[in-house]
């Protein structure tokens, strides 16, 4: 019971409209697209949780990415609606990381991973806060 | 002379090529790049003066963009090279207006206006500083 | 009725998520993102009516922004659920008009107004189509 | 002799401006305009060799992005100016890898490696042409 729920504040799921101005000449979403996208999803994974990214930068708590993959393999449209899923995969003693995939009508478009270190107001890495260690 | 020198720092000319994550499935620059090479165009403006503007923020000066207008003449493509003239057309107590004309090999494809107002740390207009009255 | 289903088909609301990417160092959202929520409320605008504008574009019609005007009243934060609305207030022969009001519970951050020429596979002006003139 | 212009043609140089619209309430450089600045990268590399990306494209030869990784270690601030490396690392069948460094004042804040894939006008994979095979 208590791994169900633990799983699920790992685990969210949001749907995300391809806008025009995300699009290429080649007419599909631009590659440097998918990493705001798994921005979004991972904003919302906390917001689910008990504070949002909102409250964490207000509170002197910065989460910075400081290593990104991402795997295309079908291209997303202008006006598509997808489905982003967002895994927190591994809580680190200063990272976590966060892995992805991206479908459309369960076709998967994208996969990707973020690896995010934790920093207080100066820049300087510190202890991952407990409330984020699902 | 002292008036060529001030119309010297009221005007600015930057060079800008038209980077492929700026262009939509038209195959054109989104209009919504257009706002962001005037506000590169004014960074150069201000850096041909005294200060740059990363220095007016550090000093606790801010200029927050308040109006915008643009008309839009002619696409820019992919990889064009672009001529960016920016002016500071007007002075206020609190504010500054710019102008802007955008063109390609000397025809113009757009022309552009903002108006800033000159705020505090805590997000209060405040006079424009003398060193920004050119 | 028929005017005000009419009405209906003029005016459309869309709530927007202001994500951290479309933010800048003032901790607000850049003014250039606002014309792209623009945009996203022309694209509800157009769904909302009997064709979506990616069946206009693969059906040979595309709509470029010729004219933007944007006033910006009060910043919208990180995180911030804004509430666009967008009306087609024009329908001329080859231009439609559209404004816009952003809206934060219920207070105004920023109106808008954009000019759309309807063009052809060439690029070149072509009447309004009578399907888009609700 | 052969072989250093090879190499030179393999590797290029270029400075790039951090712009105010580019970064984010952290006050740095989003992480999503590194592949940003890699692309222009590329694009810069090609228009020293025989082609320019715009003329491909012109031809029916389209390059997508397959794979992305990027590694953050100091952040860029608004208005550094930066040197990127670009460098074609490997060329296969239909896949090229580029690699990147990107520098302040000599000081690495990033690499990146990309994989791109040759696709025909239908989004088929092709062979990568002999004139990108430096």
Redesign the interface.
């Known amino acids: 019971m208590k791994d169900e729920k633990a799983r699920e504040k790992r685990t969210g799921q949001m749907r995300i ?1 391809v ?3 995300e ?5 599909v979403a ?4 998918y ?2 996208w798994f ?2 999803g991972r ?1 919302e994974l906390l917001r689910a949780s008990d504070r ?3 409250e964490y ?1 207000a509170a002197g708590v ?1 989460l ?10 079908k ?1 997303a ?3 598509d609606l997808l489905e982003l899923e967002s895994v927190v995969s591994k809580i680190g003693h200063v990272k976590i990381t966060h892995e992805y995939a991206l479908r459309r009508n369960g076709e998967l478009l994208a996969t990707g991973k973020t690896t995010l270190a934790c920093l207080d107001r100066d ?1 300087k890495l510190c202890p991952v806060p407990d409330s984020l260690r699902v």
Chains 1, 2, 3, 4 share one sequence.
């Open positions: 409209r806008r025009y101005s699009c290429d000449p080649m007419g631009h590659h440097t697209t990493p705001v921005e979004m904003t949002s990214y909102r930068e910065f910075a990415v400081v290593a990104l993959e991402v795997s295309y393999k291209p449209l202008y006006d820049g």
